[in-house]
């Protein structure tokens, strides 16, 4: 037996009752599944609220219930025919979540959002500003700001359209790890929003794998003639926790191992890592992966005296070629 | 009083109930409290509602019955405290059907969508249960929002910073907050002393917000920089947050790039450095191979076209030329201290 507490369970009681209401006949399994919790918990609710009812506790005043078979069906309400409003935290976290949705590019159409949002406020609520009305909100101490640079609205629209209507797509897209503008045909799968950026997980016909497609990336979108098919053995990535998630290159690609000064310490936030030992002096000794050497270099040649490539001694060489090419190219080579 | 279901007479399983002797007199208090118009006294509530009949003494009501009126607050029920006339000495209690009841509500099936992927947006077990209970008493009520709407979008706030559940618990209670805090990942922790605001996430990445009462100021610290345990302070409904704050304006202040302060040319090698490209402004000469980039951060530019090596090549102004310079040097000239044990 669970030992559930009566906060927890009070409010699932009030609201069970209008629920099953509005479903005559729900499998009791069914019941358990949208409040997530056991049968035997929904079949202990229902023994509850059966015991229930108005003052007088005669045979008319008893929240009545009827079953068949595995099926629960509401006879009498005994008054509770409405859930109960929702709560502070409950309103705001929808109307937090709805806000986040509305500023993140592309994931879904920002008006309709945004007429959600009002409804959900004026339910709510019980005077002008709703959230502040409830007793104890969330409201104003969660928020959420994507601080993204806005894409391409027209594209955005337009890959958002095709995932919902399983359309290939034509992409113009720049890939930050080549540092290039590319053009791919692709079957999109999936929208996925983490960490504030929404990414578009498809099959590459030209890579012939799944890849991500960061939506502020995508310059261009053009929707095919032709239904989305992604070959059924096509595999949809676990949800990652976070973006770093999500860019980590593969096991088995090489490895690069570096001194990062104070400075350049970020890096180790912003890279997913293989390891990472902080030294006394501030600095860190850290291993990652990397798909693409340019990409590499590049991210050395940038950080400049606040890092040192310990290793391997190739990228040490490119990274120093590059530079005395870049510095001929500035007349002071 | 007969209340033959509660007296055990009948089972629906022949199972025997858990126990559930509070939950039971908390339905029955709310039945009988929003299916009156007439404030019900305590003395009243004693002798009607099914439950209060087992308080042995007097004392043990009135306890009884504060803890259960708390609970329904806390729950948010709206319980109103009145007395029915003017000659009445005690307050009595019901609750307004029109407080109580959502409020009826229409969603077009594309609001109805957002509604449940804003539900699915929170990946922390308390945001999380909030949004979920918020659906289902919306399903309750007949709007009928599926949970499992546009299932080929997955949005996701993450909230798996440690620290997040405490700072968010005390930000709620107005509660102030000690901490470890890095300023910066390379930093010695520090304790600081805060009276929270609120969390924001943005660009990503939790914040706090609130006044640090050892700068006596307003700051922002990363939530994943905090170290152990966070400890509240102080009494609850201490801290009060000031009119008119915007929480993610103060982060994006904190956080977030200046306001450019001047504009930098670039060469482009053609057909390279597409990345640069794409963040700059044609040139208004006409030149092809020349971008303008708007300067806000010297550093972050100068890494960023630094990283490029001879494909960009920065024409002004001159502290930027430099700055690039400088960085590529420190590359060219890098000490080896390669070795075999890095690998």
New interface residues.
């Given amino acids: 037996?669970s030992a559930e507490g009566?906060?927890e369970?009070?409010?699932?009681?009030?609201?069970?009752v209008?629920?099953l209401l509005?479903r005559p006949g729900v499998p009791v399994a069914e019941a358990a599944a949208?409040?997530?919790i056991s049968e035997s918990q929904l079949?202990?609710d229902?023994?509850?609220?059966?015991?229930?009812?108005?003052?007088?506790?005669?045979p008319g005043d008893?929240v009545d219930l009827s079953?068949e078979g595995d099926t629960v069906t509401v006879v009498y309400d005994?008054?509770?025919s409405?859930?109960?409003?929702?709560?502070?935290?409950?309103?705001?976290?929808?109307a937090v979540?709805?806000r986040?949705?509305a500023d993140?590019p592309g994931?879904?159409?920002t008006d309709?959002?945004q007429?959600?949002l009002a409804?959900?406020e004026?339910?709510?609520g019980?005077t002008d500003d709703p959230l502040s009305a409830?007793?104890?909100?969330?409201s104003?101490?969660?928020?959420?700001?994507?601080?993204?640079t806005p894409g391409n609205a027209r594209a955005e629209a337009t890959v958002r359209d095709a995932?919902?209507r399983h359309r290939a797509l034509r992409l113009t897209y720049?890939s930050?790890s080549r540092?290039?503008?590319g053009r791919r045909d692709v079957d999109?799968?999936?929208?996925?929003?983490?960490?504030?950026?929404t990414y578009l997980e498809a099959w590459c016909r030209r890579a012939e794998g799944v890849r991500m497609f960061r939506l502020d990336r995508v310059?261009d979108a053009e929707t095919l003639d032709e239904p989305a098919r992604p070959p059924a053995d096509a595999e949809l990535r676990e949800?990652p926790?976070?973006?770093t998630g999500l860019l980590a290159p593969d096991e088995g690609r090489p490895?690069a191992?570096l001194?990062l000064a104070?400075e350049a310490?970020?890096v180790?936030?912003y890279y997913p890592m293989e390891d990472v030992v902080?030294d006394d002096d501030?600095?860190?000794?850290v291993?990652m992966r990397y798909d693409d050497r340019a990409w590499m270099?590049?991210?050395?040649?940038?950080?400049?005296?606040t890092v040192?490539?310990?290793?391997?001694?190739e990228l040490?060489a490119d990274?120093?070629a590059?530079?005395?090419?870049?510095?001929?190219?500035?007349g002071?080579g | 009083m007969s209340n033959t279901r509660s007296s055990g007479a009948r089972t629906l399983w022949g199972v025997p109930a858990a126990p559930t002797a509070r939950a039971e007199r908390l339905v029955n208090l709310v039945l009988a409290l929003l299916s009156t118009r007439q404030f019900l006294t305590a003395e009243r509530i004693r002798t009607t509602v099914a439950g209060y009949e087992e308080a042995a003494t007097d004392d043990a009501f009135y306890r009884m019955l504060e803890r259960d009126k708390a609970e329904l607050r806390e729950l948010g029920v709206p319980l109103e405290t009145g007395k029915q006339s003017i000659f009445d000495t005690v307050d009595g209690y019901r609750i307004a059907r029109g407080d109580y009841e959502l409020a009826p509500i229409d969603l077009a099936p594309d609001e109805a969508t957002a509604v449940a992927l804003a539900a699915r947006l929170w990946d922390s077990p308390q945001l999380a249960g909030a949004a979920r209970t918020a659906v289902t008493k919306l399903r309750a009520a007949g709007v009928e929002v599926d949970p499992t709407a546009a299932s080929e979008v997955q949005p996701r706030v993450r909230t798996t910073e440690p620290a997040f559940a405490p700072l968010l618990a005390a930000a709620r209670a107005g509660r102030a907050v000690r901490f470890a805090h890095r300023g910066h990942p390379a930093a010695p922790a520090r304790e600081r002393t805060v009276e929270p605001w609120g969390v924001v996430s943005y660009r990503g990445r939790w914040y706090l917000v609130g006044h640090d009462r050892d700068r006596d100021d307003v700051r922002c610290f990363r939530i994943s920089r905090i170290e152990g345990e966070v400890a509240t302070v102080g009494p609850r409904g201490a801290v009060t947050r000031p009119d008119g704050v915007d929480l993610v304006d103060l982060v994006a202040r904190s956080a977030g790039p200046p306001p450019p302060s001047g504009t930098a040319r670039v060469r482009l090698v053609p057909g390279r450095a597409a990345g640069l490209r794409r963040a700059g402004r044609p040139d208004p000469q006409g030149d092809p191979d020349v971008v303008e980039l708007d300067l806000a951060r010297l550093e972050s530019l100068a890494r960023w076209i630094a990283g490029h090596g001879p494909d960009a090549v920065v024409l002004e102004p001159p502290e930027l030329r430099d700055a690039v310079i400088a960085a590529l040097r420190a590359s060219a000239d890098a000490p080896a201290t390669l070795s075999e044990a890095h690998r």
Avoid at chain 1, 47 to 58: A, I, Q, R, T
Avoid at chain 1, 140 to 148: H, L, P
Wanted: net charge positive; hydrophobic share 55%.
């Fill in positions: 037996m009566v906060a369970r009070l409010p699932r009681l009030l609201t069970l209008p629920w509005a949208e409040f997530g079949r202990r229902l023994e509850l609220l059966w015991m229930c009812g108005l003052p007088g506790y005669g008893l079953f005994a008054g509770l409405r859930p109960l409003r929702l709560s502070g935290p409950e309103a705001a976290t929808l979540a709805l986040a949705l993140a994931v879904v159409d309709a959002v007429r959600a409804k959900i004026q339910a709510s019980r409830c007793s104890d909100g969330l104003g101490t969660v928020a959420v700001g994507m601080g993204r995932v919902a720049y930050a540092d290039a503008v999109p799968m999936r929208l996925m929003m983490v960490d504030g950026s310059d949800v926790a976070d973006a490895l191992a001194r104070p310490r970020w180790a936030e902080a501030g600095s860190a000794r291993r270099v590049r991210l050395l040649l940038g950080l400049g005296d040192e490539v310990l290793w391997p001694p040490a990274r120093a590059r530079a005395r090419e870049a510095l001929a190219a500035y002071v």
